[in-house]
T-cell receptor
Framework: AQSVSQHNHHVILSEAASLELGCNYSYGGTVNLFWYVQYPGQHLQLLLKYFSGDPLVKGIKGFEAEFIKSKFSFNLRKPSVQWSDTAEYFC?????????????FGKGTKLSVKP | EPEVTQTPSHQVTQMGQEVILRCVPISNHLYFYWYRQILGQKVEFLVSFYNNEISEKSEIFDDQFSVERPDGSNFTLKIRSTKLEDSAMYFCASMSLRQGTDTQYFGPGTRLTVL
C-alpha cells in the first residue's frame, strides 16, 4: 500500500527565512502528488500538484515543490516565508486503487512563522 | 469561488447515538469523498461515491457507517451507533471529473465529539 511520510512535525521560522518541508512517498510507479495547506480554522486548500511534466511545480502564494523520482520525494519550498504562512501543511499522493482514486495523506507539518 | 460546505461545524453526541454529518459539494462535481482526522493523526480516507454508489471504502468504513446523496445537493455521512473512537474531524471533498489532473476540493470539516 502507498504511504506518505512527512518527517517534520513542527517547524518554527522567523519571517523572511527560507522554508523546505520534506515529503517522501512509498510507491515506485507513476504518482500524482499534492500539497494542501490548512490555515487555522479553515479547510484544506490545494497549494500545488504534480501529475506529469516539469518536476518543478509552482503553486499559489509563492510555494513550489520538486518531484525527485529517484528519491521518492516531493519537498515543498518557499524562499521567504511570511507570518501569514502559519498553517499546517499536508503532502498527499493519489491512490488509484479504486475506480475514482482517493488521497493518502502524510501526518502534516505545522509551520509557525514568528513576526 | 464555489466551495464545499459542511454542517454542523461541531457536533457533540453521546456514545451509541446516531449522527448525520452533512456536506454540500460544489454544484457541478460528480465525485464525492469523506475523510477523517483523529486529533494528532493523519487525514484518512473513508469512502468515495459516484453515480449514487460507493466506489471504494477503507477498512475504517465498517457497517456502522453509511453515505447517501438524498437529493441533488447534499451528501451525508451517517454513523449509526457512535463510539468514543469516532471522535475526529470529518472532511467532505468533491471533484468534478476523474481526469488526470483533477483536484479534490475539501470542506471546512465537522468536528465530532463522542462522549
Amino acid at each position: 500500500a502507498q504511504s506518505v511520510s512527512q518527517h517534520n512535525h513542527h517547524v518554527i521560522l522567523s519571517e523572511a527565512a527560507s522554508l523546505e518541508l520534506g515529503c517522501n512517498y512509498s510507491y515506485g510507479g507513476t504518482v500524482n502528488l499534492f500539497w494542501y495547506v490548512q490555515y487555522p480554522g479553515q479547510h484544506l486548500q490545494l497549494l500545488l500538484k504534480y501529475f506529469s511534466g516539469d518536476p518543478l511545480v509552482k503553486g499559489i502564494k509563492g510555494f513550489e515543490a520538486e518531484f525527485i523520482k529517484s528519491k521518492f520525494s516531493f519537498n515543498l519550498r518557499k524562499p521567504s516565508v511570511q507570518w501569514s504562512d502559519t498553517a499546517e501543511y499536508f503532502c498527499a499522493v493519489l491512490n488509484y486503487g479504486g475506480s475514482q482514486g482517493n488521497l493518502i495523506f502524510g501526518k502534516g507539518t505545522k509551520l509557525s512563522v514568528k513576526p | 469561488e464555489p466551495e464545499v460546505t459542511q454542517t454542523p461545524s461541531h457536533q457533540v453526541t453521546q456514545m451509541g447515538q446516531e449522527v448525520i454529518l452533512r456536506c454540500v459539494p460544489i454544484s457541478n462535481h460528480l465525485y464525492f469523498y469523506w475523510y477523517r482526522q483523529i486529533l494528532g493523526q493523519k487525514v484518512e480516507f473513508l469512502v468515495s461515491f459516484y453515480n449514487n454508489e460507493i466506489s471504494e471504502k477503507s477498512e475504517i468504513f465498517d457497517d456502522q457507517f453509511s453515505v447517501e446523496r438524498p437529493d441533488g445537493s447534499n451528501f451525508t455521512l451517517k454513523i449509526r451507533s457512535t463510539k468514543l473512537e469516532d471522535s475526529a474531524m470529518y472532511f467532505c471533498a468533491s471533484m468534478s471529473l476523474r481526469q488526470g489532473t483533477d483536484t479534490q476540493y475539501f470542506g471546512p470539516g465537522t468536528r465530532l465529539t463522542v462522549l
